[in-house]
């Protein structure tokens, strides 16, 4: 399995909070992606990382930040939180932009 | 822009029956595509892959042939365990340009029963 570990598992926070989720790969990856798991929507992109400080928008990003100040660490950050961002929250790297990608076991966020 | 396009079950099936997921794509250039499986409570597994056209991936008795002529990349199975009820996803990666992602289908939900 690849060493992809996401924290937290779980996690309520209340609307308006700030939150932040860690992303820590040991497979020394460039690429890096949060995705978001909703019903009857699937994977959805929120933001990429191609290298240490180089991120870029998917197509759901409005709400939420990204940093990379290591090659083994992608945080995201929700600036303040809504219950629209309630969901599943998937972590992914990859070696190369077009091979696959290894997926963390997921956060599970639950915004009240 | 690229997209996927899955059946959204959710399939029923009992066990040792044969399974199809059918899936079509559109994208430029040549993409990979990709199958992934995800169990309960847990993330996306890799199950199979291809990378051009003709290519068949293969895995865990599952099956799916990359078919350029009529842009799909359907899985199947020929006898299906009750272990393989989960969520399948598939998806694709184009390469060239500027894609950094994987765009993937809705997921389809396999049910299998004794």
């Known amino acids: 399995d690849a060493g992809i570990t996401q924290s937290p598992r779980h996690k309520v926070t209340e609307t308006g909070t700030p939150v932040t989720l860690r992303c820590h790969q040991t497979?020394?990856?460039?690429?890096m992606y949060w995705y978001r798991q909703d019903p009857g929507h699937g994977l959805r992109l929120i933001h990429y990382s191609y290298g240490v400080k180089d991120t870029d928008k998917g197509e759901v990003s409005d709400g939420y930040s990204v940093s990379r100040s290591k090659t083994e660490d992608f945080l995201l950050t929700l600036e303040s939180a809504t219950s629209s961002q309630t969901s599943v929250y998937f972590c992914a790297i990859s070696e190369e932009r077009n091979t696959e990608a290894f997926f963390g076991q997921g956060t599970r966020l639950t915004v009240v | 822009g690229d997209s996927v396009t899955q059946m959204e079950g959710p399939v029923t099936l009992s066990e040792e029956a044969f399974l199809t997921i059918n899936c079509t794509y559109t994208a430029t250039g040549y993409p990979s595509l990709f199958w992934y499986v995800q169990y309960p409570g847990e993330g996306l597994q890799l199950l199979l892959k291809a990378t051009k056209a003709d290519d068949k991936g293969s895995n865990k008795g599952f099956e799916a042939t990359y078919r350029k002529e009529t842009t799909s990349f359907h899985l199947e199975k020929g006898s299906v365990q009750v272990s393989d009820s989960a969520v399948y996803f598939c998806a694709l990666s184009r390469s060239g340009g500027s894609n950094y992602k994987l765009t993937f289908g809705k997921g389809t939900l396999l049910t299998v029963n004794p």
């Open positions: 497979e020394n990856h460039r690429y």
